[in-house]
């Protein structure tokens, strides 16, 4: 009988560590929820009080592009979609007449006024 009580014992002590175990398990979880909830609430405030340069570089990680420039990209085209194709185009318009602008900012840069009007070539549409 004295050796069944033992096992008996041992058969609660190790239901007891089994227990404190699935305990201590439910505990890491919830610690670590807990730590992530804080951290992603805490890093946009941290990284808010790095100097710009760090905080462009931090969103340009989290965006995933190749560099802080197609990322800013990405992110002006998904918020205003037309907006970034009037950039687009703009872009595209004085790419295309940059010989005629640079000759034209050089001629306004000797008036009086300071403007001179130019004439440049505008490519239609294709949609």
Do not use: Y
Request: include cysteine; charged fraction near 20%; proline fraction near 2%.
């Amino acid at each position: 009988i004295a050796e069944v009580q033992r096992e008996r014992q041992e058969l609660a002590h190790i239901i007891g560590q089994s227990r404190h175990k699935d305990r201590q398990s439910w505990w890491l979880l919830g610690v670590g929820l807990v730590c992530f909830m804080v951290g992603m609430g805490a890093s946009p405030v941290l990284t808010s009080l790095l100097p710009s340069s760090v905080g462009t570089r931090v969103a340009s990680f989290i965006v995933g592009e190749e560099d802080r420039w197609h990322s800013g990209a990405m992110m002006m085209e998904i918020d205003n979609p037309e907006g970034w194709q009037q950039v687009i185009q703009a872009s595209q318009l004085v790419e295309a007449n940059r010989d005629r602008i640079t000759a034209c900012q050089k001629a306004a840069s000797s008036l009086e006024k300071g403007q001179k009007n130019c004439q440049i070539t505008v490519q239609a549409r294709q949609e």
